[in-house]
């Protein structure tokens, strides 16, 4: 069975910090997606990282995909208030099976 | 360009009781995958349809059933409920069956058993 584990699980920060959220796992992944998910709405996806050690930057997000695929981070540049939700990463594992497995997600708050 | 659209919203069931939830997959998008989303947890893979065929399962058991209709639409069937059946179901539609592309997701229907 493949795990990806979060951490931290649960994240509280003042506007303006930086933060890093981590998601490893001992299997390899095909890609890696990372996604935002806000109170009573479904998971939107931010980025997908497919190429070990790739580095995806949207604006204030940083994405990092390790090089051997097990693992990604999430950096958050100068956090605000609308940042806060929970961050999912998700793994394909590629080949015939094509579900996503998600960990159960680091939940950040940011205070104004 | 029209998203991802689940019906109903929220629902309350009582345990053994049957539920039917829907799914409209976005305009042009062959695949529909359905994913449990328990309280404090991540997501779950149900099973994946493409071209209404199913396309993949998680561990579920078979009382989760699913259909998808000729315009991609997709159905989720859960028969005898249980209590631990309590969940957000969470529809997400794609174009192919991979993730290396966009998933869209709905907004979930939020089931409630009782």
């Known amino acids: 069975t493949q795990l990806l584990e979060q951490s931290p699980q649960f994240l509280s920060i003042q506007e303006g910090e930086n933060l890093t959220v981590y998601c490893n796992s001992s299997s390899v992944f095909s890609s890696l997606q990372w996604y935002r998910q806000e109170p009573g709405e479904g998971p939107v996806l931010l980025v997908t990282v497919v190429t070990g050690g790739e580095v995806k930057k949207l604006k204030r997000l940083t994405f990092q995909f390790g090089d051997a695929r097990k693992d990604s981070s999430l950096h958050i540049t100068a956090a605000q208030p609308g940042d806060t939700g929970l961050y999912l990463c998700?793994?394909?594992?590629?080949?015939?099976?094509?579900?996503?497995?998600f960990g159960k997600g680091t939940l950040l708050t940011v205070n104004p | 360009e029209t998203g991802v659209t689940q019906s109903p919203t929220h629902l309350i069931k009582t345990r053994g009781q049957q539920v039917t939830l829907r799914c409209s997959s976005q305009s042009g998008h062959n695949t529909v995958s359905w994913y449990q989303q328990a309280l404090g947890q991540g997501p779950q893979f149900i099973f994946q349809?493409?071209?209404?065929?199913?396309?993949g399962r998680g561990n579920f058991p078979p009382r989760f059933s699913g259909l998808q209709f000729p315009n991609y639409s997709s159905e989720l069937n859960v028969n005898a409920l249980e209590l631990d059946d309590s969940a957000l179901y969470l529809c997400?539609?794609?174009?192919?069956?991979?993730?290396?592309?966009?998933?869209?997701f709905g907004e979930g229907s939020r089931l409630t058993v009782l």
């Open positions: 349809y493409y071209r209404e065929e199913e396309n």
């Open positions: 998700a793994g394909e594992s590629g080949g015939s099976n094509y579900k996503l497995t």
């Open positions: 997400a539609s794609s174009l192919g069956r991979m993730y290396t592309g966009e998933l869209f």
